[in-house]
């Protein structure tokens, strides 16, 4: 059973670009949430992905947006980047029903 | 509206000690409670949830928590520390009529040997 991955691992983009990251949910998930985790702080909740339509949104702006794909897999985008977005950003997939969600390794932003 | 308090940002214990890591939590439906472990450049690996039933639940690498309803807690408990327990950990809560984990701002353990 293969778990969450996520690519790139690392990334460093600069102010005001657009970033795409990239979600594979455990086999067999079919619900995806991304989180950010800022340095020394708890994940925060972005937005969740079912069966391909938004499931739920945090509170972050219209520029976090996102996709799932019909393998579940899914995609984070961050139009017009701010130095506050660097952060580590998390994705976690789960069965839509069972409340445990399993997460993936991270991909770390650094926007200059 | 869910919020998680995590009470000490940096615990330190020596090898063989009591780990004591203390959570809160404010839910207006019942929770669902879930400890969470971050090794350093890693994502966030499950230790162990609370949903129903028995109130001790028992997770990974020998650590338990207790939900106490009339405290609002879920404190994260681990007889004798371990060099190898040394990492992030990090409380969450997960209303059941909802979708998203609300975390707290997370413990970092320091084990001494």
């Known amino acids: 059973e293969t778990g969450v991955t996520q690519s790139p691992t690392h990334l460093i983009k600069t102010r005001g670009q657009q970033v795409t990251l990239r979600c594979s949910s455990q086999?067999?998930?079919?619900?995806v949430s991304w989180y950010q985790q800022a340095l020394g702080q708890g994940p925060q909740f972005i937005f969740q992905?079912?069966?391909?339509?938004?499931?739920g949104r945090g509170n972050f702006p219209p520029r976090f947006s996102g996709l799932q794909f019909p393998n579940y897999s899914s995609e984070l985008n961050v139009n017009a980047l701010e130095l506050d977005d660097s952060a580590l950003y998390l994705c976690?997939?789960?069965?839509?029903?069972?409340?445990?969600?399993?997460f993936g390794p991270g991909t770390r932003l650094l926007v200059l | 509206a869910q919020s998680v308090t995590q009470l000490g940002s940096h615990v330190s214990v020596s090898e063989g000690a009591l780990v004591l890591l203390r959570c809160n939590y404010s839910?207006?439906?019942?929770?669902?409670l879930f400890w969470y472990v971050q090794y350093p450049n890693q994502g966030l690996q499950l230790l162990l949830k609370?949903?129903?039933?028995?109130?001790l639940v028992k997770g990974i690498n020998g650590f338990e928590a207790e939900f106490k309803k009339s405290e609002t807690s879920f404190h994260l408990t681990k007889p004798s520390a371990h060099m190898s327990d040394a990492a992030e950990y990090f409380c969450?809560?997960?209303?059941?009529?909802?979708?998203?984990?609300?975390f707290g701002g997370g413990t970092r353990l320091m084990v001494k040997p």
């Open positions: 839910s207006s439906v019942p929770p669902y």
């Open positions: 992905y079912y069966r391909e339509e938004e499931n």
């Open positions: 086999s067999g998930h079919n619900t």
């Open positions: 976690a997939s789960s069965l839509k029903g069972q409340e445990t969600q399993y």
């Open positions: 969450a809560v997960r209303g059941n009529a909802g979708n998203m984990l609300t």
């Open positions: 609370y949903t129903t039933g028995a109130t």
